[in-house]
């Protein structure tokens, strides 16, 4: 991993941790439910504007590398097909040509 990678896994480690903290500190305050809701709301929204360029770049990077399996999966998939087709098509030559594959002799 990257040293870039790594530093950015920490930044987003810690603004889970911060956001966490939040949301318990305000969920058990002994305060109403609708004064709760109404600070946690401020809490998030002055989290996301401090962090708001870390945050789309950690959604970038989050996204990239979803493409970037979806393309390997896909890719690979391809080549299982491709092989399972060749397969196929290799043991048609082989009834084709009169040939008798052993696994098949009962």
């Known amino acids: 991993m990257s040293k870039n990678k790594s530093s950015l896994m920490f930044g987003m480690g810690l603004i889970a ?3 966490g903290g939040i949301v318990a500190g ?3 305050a002994p305060k109403s439910g609708e ?6 709301k401020e ?9 708001a360029p870390e945050i789309k ?7 990239e590398s979803v493409d970037l399996m979806k393309y390997k999966l896909e890719r690979q998939l391809r080549k299982f097909n491709n092989m ?5 098509m290799q ?3 082989e009834l084709e040509n009169g040939e008798v594959d ?3 002799n009962y």
């Open 84 to 88: 399972i087709k060749s397969k196929k």
């Open 102 to 104: 052993s696994e098949f």
């Open 91 to 93: 043991k048609a030559k």
């Open 17 to 19: 941790g911060v956001i």
């Open 43 to 51: 809490a998030a929204c002055e989290l996301y504007e401090k962090h």
């Open 26 to 28: 305000v969920l058990y």
């Open 57 to 63: 770049e950690a959604k970038k990077q989050a996204l």
């Open 35 to 40: 004064e709760s809701r109404r600070e946690l």
